[in-house]
């Protein structure tokens, strides 16, 4: 018996079809499970140019072989598509509970195709997969569809679903499951064009995996270890607000859409005061950190606001960016995003790129509906929330994402915003980390800040601000978040307790293919995912060109960064070539056909071939 169930779901929505499909063993043993699976699956089913709003493009939710275990934080779920937002491939990784319920129920993965004639959910129990009116479900906000479901089928459902922006297809509509979010991408609005409300599912444990005794001595012996890590205990009692302050000082943290790297009073904002509105910890399945913070706003305009969160993204995107420090509005807004189903780091960028627009005199309250978008105003941010999510007037246009946007406002517009391959920004100034700066501009899903992370620049063994010398270390790095993606374990460092060595040992022991207790062989599987992703997206015409940073990041130096004041970032091509050379890929970008082939990758390279490249 193995950690994987072998088994996926294909539910065809057009015509209401649904069937039970076997994974082949050569499948799982190239590329484990979750991003890496759900990316195999992606590039094999979907012919080039399919509109991502459209029939044609899918939704792959897909399960690593530890999920569901009782290893440590390894139980998130991957989600894969094209993305409306950039056109490359799209990953989000969802943590809670759906995805453990998901391989209770017998099921490793959901490919979802075609597109709904009217709202549907899908239900899948002990009877069977159903696909089912959602009618009634459709234009809830996200908490609203979990109590739906849960009172249609019982308090222990497990419910992915979107809210009102994932339907009126805001292009960074998130999917949540409680208060868990598969943000970023757009894999939401996939969600919404296919009219699928939700997904529910009802189950129960425990999930076999192949040598249990073997299996529970590892486990167990981890847990152990991490009751008592320092690291993850700061993890549980601030999640990643910690981070902030720190970041702030670095000059890391950007400000007014990364004009400037620092900000009076962001200490209203950091961990201690939150800590102080926290009532509880949340998390997902398996995880003893349960890192999600809750807080209760206790007075002021924001009384009675409750949110998991923010995190430091969300606390920089719709906090320090806006030049925010109101403590009640960062939890407001975080809550109002997860019930509309909003990715909290687009939303806020691209209210950034607003704000900068009005500052500048390119929009005025003419085209703001009459709002005014000054800096810190955080009214008038969670009227422009609302208006994203629905839609309405100038919520229309910041839907759409800053680079539609900027195209369609004119006027030097796009020099504002702050995106890489129509992804917005994270909350991390590339001027101030370079590996970072090469992460962005390199990753094949545009700019994610869970696309791999400069550890060594962040940790100060390397120089952060150093032109030169960082392409192999940022290539390891992309290849690192692969396979934490593929596996799937939780990316927070500390929470896991896993190294290559002991998750090649849990691997082998779940699974039962002993290819997997070689730890190079893993990494092996995180090239191979890197490169399918990147030629994905060659057959869609990306290439080097792509492969940037906003203009502001090379020809600016950065204002009011403490330490990072100054800084340009001057030597991106070389950092590029530098990239592409320990990637295997050629100047152009693209991997070479000896790559491909020292990958496994004939097939692709065959694709490659064709269209010339
Ligand atoms: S540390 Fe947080 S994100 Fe990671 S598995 Fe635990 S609860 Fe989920």
């Not at 159903?130 to 109590?147: I, M, P, Y």
């Not at 952060?464 to 390891?476: L, M, P, Q, V």
């Not at 290559?500 to 039962?512: F, K, N, W």
Request: net charge neutral; glycine share 12%; charged share 25%.
């Amino acid at each position: 018996m193995r950690s994987y169930t072998g088994k996926l779901i294909r539910i065809n929505l057009s015509n209401r079809q649904s069937q039970i499909e076997d994974i082949p063993e050569p499948l799982m043993k190239n590329y484990l499970g979750g991003r890496g699976l759900g990316v195999r699956y992606l590039y094999d089913e979907l012919k080039p140019g399919v509109e991502p709003l459209g029939a044609d493009n899918k939704l792959i939710l897909m399960m690593g072989p530890l999920g569901a275990t009782t290893a440590m934080s390894v139980s998130r779920i991957a989600l894969v598509t094209r993305s409306p937002l950039t056109g490359t491939i799209a990953k989000s990784v969802m943590g809670g509970n759906f995805g453990a319920y998901l391989k209770f129920a017998g099921f490793d993965g959901i490919i979802v195709e075609g597109e709904a004639d009217k709202p549907t959910y899908i239900h899948i129990d002990k009877d069977g997969i159903h696909l089912l009116d959602a009618d009634e479900l459709w234009g809830l906000d996200t908490q609203e569809t979990h109590a739906k479901l849960r009172e249609s089928h019982g308090k222990s459902t497990q419910v992915a679903c979107i809210g009102p922006a994932g339907e009126k297809l805001v292009r960074y509509a998130v999917v949540i499951s409680d208060r868990r979010c598969g943000g970023r991408t757009g894999v939401g609005t996939v969600m919404g064009a296919k009219k699928l409300k939700a997904i529910a599912v009802n189950s129960s444990g425990p999930l076999k995996v192949y040598d249990p005794e073997q299996f529970k001595k590892i486990a167990q012996g981890l847990i152990a270890e991490l009751r008592t890590s320092p690291r993850r205990i700061k993890m549980s009692d601030f999640g990643t607000s910690y981070l902030t302050l720190g970041f702030e000082k670095m000059g890391i943290f950007p400000v007014k859409n990364f004009q400037e790297g620092q900000l009076e009073g962001v200490e209203n904002i950091g961990d201690a005061e939150l800590a102080k509105i926290k009532t509880k910890n949340d998390g997902c399945y398996g995880c003893m950190t349960k890192c999600g913070q809750v807080r209760e706003v206790t007075e002021g305009t924001y009384a009675g606001a409750v949110s998991e969160g923010p995190d430091y993204e969300t606390i920089w995107s719709l906090g320090g960016n806006l030049a925010n420090t109101d403590r009640g509005s960062l939890i407001a807004a975080d809550s109002l995003c997860d019930k509309l189903g909003l990715d909290t780091v687009s939303a806020g960028n691209s209210i950034g790129f607003a704000y900068e627009l009005f500052q500048r005199g390119i929009i005025t309250k003419k085209d703001t509906d009459g709002l005014e978008l000054n800096w810190g105003n955080h009214a008038n941010m969670m009227k422009l929330l609302a208006k994203i999510a629905s839609r309405e007037g100038f919520g229309e246009l910041l839907g759409e994402g800053t680079r539609r946007a900027a195209e369609q406002i004119g006027k030097g517009a796009e020099d504002y915003a702050m995106q890489v391959k129509g992804l917005e920004l994270p909350a991390y100034e590339p001027r101030a980390v370079k590996g970072y700066g090469l992460i962005l501009a390199t990753s094949n899903i545009g700019a994610n800040h869970m696309y791999g992370r400069p550890r060594e620049d962040l940790a100060g063994t390397t120089d952060r601000f150093a032109d030169e010398g960082k392409g192999k270390a940022i290539s390891r790095a992309q290849i690192g978040q692969a396979v934490e993606d593929s596996v799937i374990q939780c990316s927070f460092g500390p929470v896991t307790g896993l190294n290559p060595e002991s998750r090649s040992q849990l691997l082998v022991a779940a699974t039962g293919f002993n290819e997997f207790g070689d730890p190079a062989y893993l990494t092996q599987i995180g090239e191979r995912v890197l490169c399918l992703e990147r030629s994905f997206n060659v057959r869609e015409g990306f290439n080097r060109k792509d492969d940037t940073l906003p203009k502001r990041m090379l020809t600016e130096p950065l204002q009011n960064a403490g330490p990072a004041t100054g800084q340009v970032f001057r030597k991106l091509d070389t950092l590029l070539d530098e990239y592409y050379d320990a990637l295997g890929y050629t100047r152009e970008g693209i991997p070479s056909t000896e790559k491909l082939n020292q990958l496994g990758l004939e097939g692709v390279a065959k694709d490659i071939k064709k269209l010339g490249k």
